[in-house]
């Protein structure tokens, strides 16, 4: 896939050589979001480097992309960890060239323009940006700030600046242009200027003017969440609930001699099951001076939290929900039997063996058994794995083969970290085809509602967000439970 186009990006000047015009730099920083919403990948620029060094040239230097407007030339680019480095020189006789230079050797106020053909890139529909894979590089041109987009790549011509300082005087003009006021500046030069170096690590000596990097990734630990919809069965509805039919008794047959009396055989009895589904909400406050000024998307952001937190919620309910407003739990529902562990506050029986886990798994039904998993938190599974049965075999066995899962009796597990732990009269384990015997209904899919006028008075924009679904056993007798209980 190509496209033709340009990435703008203020240019960080490393150090410009005073009257040859000798510059370097970064062009291009990886893995920022510019306001197009273009991001560079690391090893972009390699495919076009390693031609450009095949055939002995390299992209032109161009003012504001006009190819009759060549105000230098680049005599090395490179890839680095940080991002794409140029070197090059101005044409200091080109009109243009003698104006980069004044503008480098100043404030250093210039914007790198990338002319580019996009060889290979994706598009990232969810997070609503493009991510350049393969860049040919056209061309490099200057022009002054106010062109730029990428805002990680900042002009910073330090040390050109500073070494052209030789009096208090100058340092005066130098913190001027920085932005201090006047008073501010002849302070700082009585009494810093004579007295010690220029350095970083003194704010009024030069630290202001070396500012730390503002790196745009939020750190986050990992939120954990019991992977329900890939065990259930998933409906979805557009009335308030569903109504699921069921059989509730069964006759059973009966031997009659040839010319025998026939009696009806009673018990065939049915039932209905109603999952109704409830709403679960969040509602997020945020300042408008916040969303205006964030360096984040902070709107893709929230709507992210809330698809994680509902799904965390989820979890929960799929294994402690009462019911009651909200999903039903598979450790709450009464009908599903349960196997005792053999102990009082172990999943081993008073020996120390894995007999209860042994009793449940031959408890449940062939037919369910086929295709049933066992549900557990990290913490019990830790256990599990030192369990061992009468004659010294441990019960929980590892895949062979690549593909092939871990196994606790020669049936998978899932880890579901809202699993309780082992503790007396706790139910730490669950055993059946979850698919057979637990139903979600999906009413509503999450909604954003984007409320600009209830907090207005107070500065702030409302977000609420709001899905309805839920989810209930149908079929206990898929499923059965692990008690820590002595009997």
Known sequence: MRHRGDIRARFEVKSVA?????????????????TYRDVILPGAFAETLAEHARRGTAPRMLWFHDPGKAIGSWSEFREDERGLYCAGQLDLEHPDGQKAYGTLRGDGAMDLSIGYTAMLFEVDRSAELRRLKTIWLDEVSLAPRGHGVNPAAVVTD???????????????????????????????ASRGFKAKAMSIADDTTGGYLAPSE???????????????RSLARVRGTSSKSIMLPKRTGQFAARRVSEQGTRTETPGL????????????????????????????DLESEIRAEAVEQFAVKEGQEFVGGSGVGEAEGILTNQDIAFTPSGSAATI???????????????????????????????????????????????????????GVPNTILGAPYVECPDMPNEGADAFPIAFGDFRRGYVIVDRIA?????????????????????RRMGGAVVLAETMRKLKCAAA
């Open 18 to 34: 005073a009257d040859t015009g000798a510059f370097e730099g970064y062009g291009a920083v990886f893995d920022v979001v510019d």
């Open 158 to 188: 330090f040390k050109a600046r500073v070494a052209g300082i030789q009096t208090i005087r100058d340092f005066e003009d130098f913190l001027r242009e920085a932005g201090f006021s006047r008073d501010r500046a002849k302070a700082i």
């Open 214 to 228: 503002y790196v745009r990734e939020i750190i986050k630990g990992v939120t954990e969440m019991s992977p329900v």
């Open 269 to 296: 009895a049915y039932g209905m099951i109603e999952i109704t589904a409830p709403e679960v909400y969040a509602l997020v406050d945020i300042s408008q001076h916040n969303l205006e000024d964030s360096a984040y």
């Open 348 to 402: 081993a029986d008073a020996e120390g063996q894995g007999n209860g886990l042994i009793t449940l798994f031959h408890a449940l039904k062939t037919a369910y058994a086929r295709n049933a998993v066992w549900t557990l938190n990290r913490v019990t599974l830790g256990s599990v794995r030192k369990l061992k049965d009468a004659d010294k075999n441990y019960v929980w066995m590892p895949g062979l083969a690549n």
């Open 446 to 466: 999450m909604t954003m509602l984007r409320d600009p006028f209830t907090q207005a008075t107070s500065g702030n924009v409302r977000f609420l967000f709001r």
